[in-house]
Each structure stands twice: as C-alpha cells, then as structure tokens.
C-alpha cells in the first residue's frame, strides 16, 4: 500500500511539492524493449505545461523531465523507470497569507487536520502540479499500449456551456485553446474566459476521455474492475468531483429498453454493439467497444473575490488570492485525463496478460 | 493485489457465483475486541435481502451469514473473519437462454472473452448477489466506526423523477419501499414502478450516501484520497455508472465565487464552513464537514422486451429475459451503498491511525 | 494489504482458528481453463492430514475440501476459488491449562499482549492447522506450473541426525513416515521418535524443497526476489527459524573461487551450470537450474516435561503439555514446504507473464 | 505490487542503476513531524560508503544523499520523501568483457533470460549500489522508531571463521574495519583479507543483526509474520544465501526441553524468558525479547581466477573480473542489514498501531 501510488503491475509513484526542488516519479512494471527517450515524454509533457496559452497559469516552468533510471541505449530494461522535473520558477519569497490562512476551496485546512504541519507554498503537495508526472507517466503508458490504441481527450463543456455533438472535431482539438471539439463553442469560451479573468474569477468544466482499440476482456471482476479503476483514478486528480462511464447519471433517467446496448455480429466476427450507453465497460471487463470517461472538475478555488476563512489560529478574516491561477483547470485537465487513461488501461492490459496469457 | 478484494488495512475479499454453493468474504484486518455476533450482520443483510418487497427479485433467500473465525466469546480477535451465505433458492434448471445468448448490458459477453469460459447461471460471478457480502463487511466496518459516525443512504431519483429536498426526512427512508427520504416522491414511485413492472421493463436512479461525525484528517494525498476511494467503491457496484461528491457534476457549471465553502469558527473551536460543496472532502482529505456521495445505477438489463444479440457461436438472434429481476436495481443498491462507504471509512481511519497516530 | 495472505497475482488467503467452524482460503488470480476438481486438492491434504502414522499427532481429521467457487463443470473460470475444510476432532471440553497459562515456544503470550485477547482453544489462529489451507492451495498451484514443473520435498535432517546424500532417492520419500530420502536414516529416525515419544520430548529437523524444470527468468529484481519470496514463504510456517538458497548458510564458509557455479553451453543451446552453489537464483530470478530452498524446523514446543511459566494475571507457575502432538513438527512441515514453494513459483510465473509477455 | 518496493505502510521504492545518473528512493508513509535533515541520513550512509577501509571497493563516491521531497522547515510532513545519491565515480569506459560475457556469479545471464536486454554497465540495476538507499531509508525508520530502539548490527563469521562469543563487545564494532565484536577475531580477519585480496580472492560471512526495546505484539499471524517480514527482507540483499532468527538452524538439532525459553515475570511487570532461542518472536509477533537475526552473504563472485562461462552468444568462452571489488561483500552488508531491519520494524509498527491503536 502506498497513498502516493496508484496502479498494480503497472505502478506508478510520485513525489514533490509545488516549491520544493522538483517532482518526479518512480514507474515500475514496465516491459522491457519499449523504444523511449525523454523527447517521447516531453512531448505529452509540454501539452499540459503551465503557460502554454494565455488562458492557463503563467508561472513559466519548462517542465523539462530527465529520465534517471529504466532505459539503456534508448530501450526500456524492465527496471523502475525514474523520472524527475525541476521546478525553477518559484517565486515563494511571499506567502504571508496562504501561510496563515486556510483558503476555501483548498487542502490548506485538511492537510493542517491531517498532519499538524504542511508545505504551504504553492498548495505543497497537494499542488496541481503534481499531475506532470501522472502525464510522464502516461507517455510511458502508451508505449505499452502500442499505435493501435488512441486515447484522446476533449473538453465537453465550460460553466453551463456544452459542445454540441454534432460539431465534433478530433482534429479541432489541436485548433483552439481549451482542446474543444467543437469549433463555435470555442469561440464562445475565449470570450467566457475572458471576461472571467477580468472578474478575478474562475469556472468548472467538463472533460470527456475516450480509448479506442482496446480489445474485449481487459478489466477484472468485482473490485478489480476497469470503470472501477478509471473512476478512482480521474477522482484523484486536482478538483475533479465526479465521474461517469458511457451513459453514466443518464442512465439514471432511462429504461431498460432504451438503455438496451443490442448486439449484431461484425464484420471482423466479433460481436458489435449497436450503441454504447455501456460506454464500452460490462460487468468490470471491456468490450471492444470505444471506452468513454467524463469527469467534472471545479471551478479553480483561487479566485480574486475576498471569502471568509479562518486562520490557522482560528481567528476570522477573509482571504482573496492573486497569483498566476488558470481561470479553468478543467483546460490543463485534459492531458491529465487522458494520461490517466493510459495508465489504467496500460496497467489493466498487464493484469489481463498475467492471468489468461 | 486481488481482482476480488478490496480496502487496504481494513480488507474485503469475496468469493461466490449466484448459483454456486454458496458466497462469502474474508475479512482481514478488524480492530480486536469489538463486540460482534450474527445478529449485528444480519440486521444489514435484512435490509438488502431479496423479496423484501413486492419491487424486488422474488428469489426467496434467507441470506442468513455465518461466522467462521475471527471472533471468539462473541468479541472479534483481530484475525480474519470469514463470512458465508448458502444458495438456497436456485432455480438452476433451465439455463437454455443465458447459457448460449449474450444479454445485452450484461457481463455474458465480456467474461467470455475474457475468460474463455464462464458459469452462466444467473451471472455467475457478476451476479449482484455478490453484493450482500459488501454489505456484510458493511456492518464490521459500522462495529470499527462506532456510534458517532452515521452512514445513511436514500434513494434521490428514479428514472427522471428527482426528489424534492426540501421534503428530506431519514425517518421518511424507513417507511416506503424505496429508501425514498420525499414521502411525495415514494408515491409516485410505486405507481411507476407498478407499470414498470407491468411492461417488463425496467428503470435507472440515483442513489445518495452521506457520513457524518466523520472527523477531518481522514484520507490521504495524490491517490489515496477518501474520494477517490470512495469512486472506486461505488463505480464497483453491479450497474454504476457514474460517481459524484458534493456538488459533483454540477460544479462544471459554477463559478469560483459560487462554489466557494466560506469558512467561520464553529462552536466547538473546529473551523465551520458555510457550505458544501465539497461534499466533505478536501485534497482527499476529509474537512469535518458531512461527506456527501451520489451515484447513478443504470435500469436493470433484464427486460421482458425482446432485444437483438448474438449466440456464443457468432449466430444473430434475440433475447428477452424472463425471470425474477429487480425492476429498479437501484433500491436495492442503498444498503449497498452504505456499506461501502461504511468499509472506505473504517479503511481509511485505520490508515489514518497508522501514519498520525 | 492483508496479514494473512500472500502471493501477488496467484494470492492466497487464509482464515480458521485450530477449533472454530472450520479452516478455509480463497485463492485470487488463477488462470481459467485448469481441470480441477476436490479430488485435485485432496491428494496433496492427505499427504500433511494428521494421524497419518504414528509418529504425527492422533487428531482425527479428514481434512476434507470443498471447493466453494471459481470452478463450473470441472475447469477454473478466472474467478476466486474458496475451499473450505470442517474442523471435526476438536475435543476442546477442556481448556483449563492453555487457558490461563501461557506455553513457552508458542505464541499465547505474543497474541494477548498484540489483541488484549485471543482464541486459546488449541493455539486458534496461530494453530498449524492453517498449513492444510496453504496444502490446498499448492496443489492449485500445481495446476498452473504443469505437469513439466515437479516441485519435491524431503527431510534431511531429524534432531543432530543429518542423512547421507549419497543414498538419495525421491522413490524413498514415499516408504517412510518421514519423506526422508535416505532409507537408513528413516530407519534411525524412527528409533529416535519412539524413544522421544515415550520421554514426552520433541525435536527438530530441516526440510528441503527442490524445483525442476523452472525456466530461467522468473522472478524479479531487488524486492521482488524469487529468494525473497521463497524466504518469506517459508518462514511463515509455523515454528520455522531458517531458511537457505543453494549453499545456504555454508556459503559463508567459502572462498569467491569455490564457490563460482561455472557456465558452459548445454545440448539445449542454454547455458548449463557445473555446480549450483545458486540454488538456482541468481539476483533473485531463476537460472533454469534447480531450486533449492531448505529450512529448519523448531521442535514442537508442546512436550510433556514441565516447564516455568507464567499466568495470564501474572502468576508463576508451570506447564506440562498433555495431548495430540507431533513429536516432530517437521515431517508434516514437508507436504507444507512443497505447496508454499509451488505457491510462489505461480505467482512468480504469472509475474513474468505479466511484464515479459 | 512492485518488483521495486518494500514495506506496506512504512513503503520504500527504489531505483537506479550502477553507472546510470543516480540512485534513489521514495519512501511513503513516514509520520509527520519527525525531525529530519540531510546530516540524519548522511550518518548512516557513510557508513555503508565504498572506500571507507582498504577492505572495501575502492570506487570513490561520496554518496550524499540529498532530500527532494517530504520535510518542510526540518521535519517530516507525512508526504513522500524522495532521496537521490548521484553517480559520480562510474569509469564506465571499457566494459568489453562483462558486456558479452555472462559472470557466474552474477545476474548477468538471469537479467537477459529475464528481460532480453539489460544495462551490463557495473551490473545495472543488479549492483549492491542499490543497497545504499536501503540505508537512507533505514535512517528514516531509525526516526520513527525513536531512541528506545537500538537495531545494531555485527559480523559474527568471516569464511569458516566464527567470533568468540565470550569477547562480544559492541563498542569494538566501532573499532576495526568489519564491524566485528570480538577484537581478536578482527585481528585474524584482517589478515585473511590481505592474503585474499593478494590471491585475488573472496570470502563469505555471517551477520547478526539485532533490536533491542522492541515492545511485545509487534508483528501478525501467518503471512504478515515479523519473522517472514525479516527472512524476506535480508534475503533480498544482494548476495544473501540464507536467513535465521534466534537459534536458527541450530533449532532444528535440539529437543523440545532444550529449546524451551522458560518464563518467569519481570520487574517491569511483563512476562521475561529466561533463555531466547525464539529469537525475539513467537508465532510472528515480537516477544519483548532482543530480535536476533543472521544471514549468510556468500563470497563476492568477482574475482581474479579465472573462470569458465559463455557469451551472450552462445560461445564458451572464460572470465577474470578485475576491478574495485570488495573482497568480502558481507562487510559492507552489516549497515544494510541493520537498515532493513529498522525498516521492518517501522512498518510492523504502524501496522500494528493501524489495528490495535
């Protein structure tokens, strides 16, 4: 058991704080052969990197990853594969009010609950930045899936904003700011975003990750289950509060007749669904159909606007935070989703070799 | 690792088929020296026990619980309790259908390509009879809460039928048919579920699980967060597909400045917040405040109307399922539910203790 | 985490107390489409079941197994396999001495000073009872190794008595009450037992577990160590004190020079080694030669002649074990031996799978 | 799982290689505030550090470890503690023999078997540089066992060589250069060293590790036994060939009688045992009594005579390893030993405080 680790066969384990001298993270059970180098890192790295457009954090961190350990003359050995991110642009000379004060919305009160102490420059470990090394991770993750699995992320809605499905654009992904699908909803969430950064004030969003590729019968039954395990793994990221799979709380308003995932034979003779409110998960265990995650993320909690709070001493003020925040990290959460996704599936492929070869 | 376990130091392992001998749990890692006998398990088993109203399975079981070890002179010992239910009410003899045709929405197809074989009576392994071995670790995990800390789930949406809160009343959960907290709402219910059960189909819902007393500092950074603890838990109960915490997907649609839980003193010198959003949890950390969990649970996949699939061999037919199946699998869920949360709970305190003392 | 399983991917728990209900495991993880059926597992039980001869304890005890779940028409379907055995001899009327005083050499003191409480009746947990479930398991084990795998067992040593390896024969295991391989040894050895036998007295002995027909490669580096594995394994039996790989504690005597296991090529185009100082593992993954794990048994601390001790409240007194006892632990330790080893060889086996396909 | 850890709740994962970048560990679980500096590891490290006598490697690393992660203000926080030792004396130039050439010995041909490639450079991730992070991590647990837990350890036999008993003294340990209690044995040792180091040659030893202050109930039933913890632990050092715990293998000569540690109560008011042949455990769990601990380290596998093997390509071919080799290994694995078992100890300790408060 560790808190820090998620991930059986394929495990992965991360440290570091927001300021201390770098994060990094320490992949174990990856198969031997696998062509890597850091530039195949790099590039999912600098997807979710800090700065990357003027609606994300501006603290300016190359997130440059050095690969410590695992590799030899390019190829992955089957030992732990350790990587690390130097943190360089810090600026923690000032803390005077995170250090005393517990922001709404953050870990500062529990971690204090927890632990009677806490690092609390730039939310220590409970920092969103921590979610680079889930990405390094990730990169990793899809070697091992290999070129016939794509796992893509887009972000399905802003606020009360959501695409419509019948723009959607893989490609537009790549196009706008906010990996959205959908062409005329971007324009819609550059304007929102805009306005909310000149209130000081932030935004939820919604990200949906989807796999495609993933033969039938990976998972496990029960508790080792495959949506089991990407809803553990999209809740653990910063600020999300909910997960669904397929349909998911639709499904809650449909009958069985309509929710009702009816089977024909494929063409490459393998049953085929002609829908997927399953969202490609029976019973813990995939069905060659497309898997499809959605997770909400909050609204960031570091907003402008002055909120009541408590100090560590327990007096009442109130506390407003400037800084460099991202006015909606559901934008910087896709990346993350998405490389959750290759890690439980990578991990889950794993499973399912070790027991039915 | 295990498939077929879950928790870390307070540990669940279940074994079982619907139609097998019998179903069980292993149980490691109780505190000794808790008063327990069969009766503290059969209390909760009761409350999910097929049969127990007309909008249930009539499969007749008693779902009466052994104790096999780990208590002694009617304390537990700190050494593995083993729980079992015999299969009594079987009805195995004919299997014509299930055994050669995949149910749409069912786990036929998955566990088959997965596992090249599968014990296809009533599901076998993936029957959601597995569930009342989780909620027979259920009422252990009570023993290790102890009276303080209250585990309550309701039943808040059936198909598109959303309760009224301000009707909320636990006493209200115990009184009708559905753990409906809205007395106006269960009504309606009946009357739904009467046609439901008329037309052969069969309908979605929400259930909602809350914990309070919960003390803050329980949980744990990164990836042993209560939350996503708790999302692994919930989304591994047969027919989940979606998990929330507090305000869950809504919080896509909120600003910074709405979702924000303002914090004052509380009477008992603990920081108070002025809401919850939340749901009781901060950076996986619980904050005092109630933690608050919801989850969907599509509509039963066993229909009477006739549905399109295919047979083991590849052949096209259809398939209507007659039997004794929950019209709203949902109900059924809450106790489950709870359970759950119960074991998350006393896992997470257990590992709180072993770092914090 | 759990205390009282083992094994990663072929796992292993074990639950019963010496004079409860019964004994059971449930075994997580074995690859479907194994034929198994009770007599598979009764096979190796009858080899450990007490009152086999008269030189083991004279409880009478079938030991018979269920198998519970995981298996459908006589194959393993993927799914959790339970397996349950009654505790029928049990005459637990009376209690008074172990009761109130503690043994020396056994865990009674160890288990009320860890749970403030325990299960006395004839050691409860801490009873080597438990070893018939590990029995149970190894020939599940056994099923996934394959007929090409032979996992053996003998005792090599009784008391001071060391046997001639130069009379080596496995046949002979099979004709003596000792599994020892030395057909004049056997027959010191039992003049040996009566006469302690007639004293009241135990005594000690060495089991050795060898492993043909193991590929090289299995096994992992640094903590996940086949050695450590095996080291663990057998150290968790009851009143085991040592455990050696190859050359073992004598290894220590010898010089770099000596001790080289030298490599020339085989006639299968695999390196051969010319002696196996090993054991078979080099870095903590096999080397295609045979492993040889050996371990030391205590004598059996339940003896006739009284021994100082003292009472739960603290009193001095002292003890004389009257009862069912084996005068030496170590011959039924050799049916244990074998199954942990054929345990950690599955586990190990589906390890490698996973990671190196 | 991981290949790469050890521990459940006091968890430590490490990584590197010999001639890679660095070495490293992460370790989970510490509780917070426990003072900690770089100097608290250093301490133990330097006493693990190559080059430190003339009886070790003479590869020039001065082995600082730097903490990256975990402390905030000099105390620790209750989040993972990153460690990184650099690599920095590798002449890593010429490896043409062990490149191609499989060392009996050595995990050369075990890793290929295994793995298909590997980083030959000074062994890869086979070398016992990974055993200093087993130190650093030991320096952690020392903290959480605070100071009425002294865990020291000894070399009790170098080759056929064994300490006199009667001249035990633990501040002579300090005193010459193999951690040897008995001065008169040091003085022999130091000659055999130089002749063998002359010859080109190595040698085999025993250490003894023990733990004083250890209170009773430390440790579990069955498979989480202190003991299996231990035997696991020591046999995962590199070159460790066997593992025993209080009288060890010589159990196995004695009768019940002899065996007996009789108990009498204690001033303290706690049962004592007149005589220790458990070792400090019983049935798993610690007795009160010293933990005695010896394992066997076989004779470094580099040496000068030349030696018969084969190339990765399958041709016959012979080997001389000439290099900075330690000449007897089981010097430098005192430290380590010591390490693993403060590491043990730590996690049965929050294990034991997770179950029983």
Redesign the interface.
Known sequence: ??????G??F?V?????SH?????C?I??????LALDEADIQYWLDRRRPGRSKYTTQRREPDAA?I???T?EG?T??????L?IENLDQRSKDYGDIKDK?R????D???M???????YRGG???SAR?TAMRVAAGAVARKILGDDIAVRGALV????DTIDRANWSWDETENNDFWCPDADAAVRWADKLDQ?RKDG??????IEVTATGV???????????L??????????I?AV?????????????????????????GTD?R?Q??SN???G????????QEIVVRF????????L?P????TAE???TEISTKGRHDPCV?IRAVPVGEAMMACILADQF????????
Chains 1, 2, 3, 4 share one sequence.
Not at 77 to 82: D, E, L, R, V
């Open positions: 058991m560790s808190h820090n680790s998620f059986h066969l495990r384990t991360t440290w570091g704080e201390g001298p770098g994060l990094g320490v174990d059970g990856t198969p031997p052969g050095r410590l350990s695992g030899f190829f050995t089957g030992t732990p594969i350790s690390m517990y709404p919305g953050h870990a009160y529990t971690y609950a927890k632990y009677g102490r806490r690092d220590g470990r409970a921590e809605q802003m606020g009360d909310l004030d932030s935004i939820g969003a919604v033969p039938p019968g990976w998972g496990a039954p029960v508790y080792g289950k949506d089991a395990d990407l809803a553990a793994a999209m809740m653990s910063n509060k909910g997960v669904e799979i397929g349909a998911g709380f639709g499904a809650a308003a449909l009958t069985g007749s309509e929710n009702a995932d009816e089977i024909r034979m003779g049953p669904f002609l409110h399953a969202g998960v029976l019973g813990g265990i995939s069905s060659g909400a993320v909050k609204p960031t909690s570091s907003i606007a909120k009541q709070t408590v327990g007096e009442e559901g794993l499973r399912h070799r070790a027991q039915c070869g």
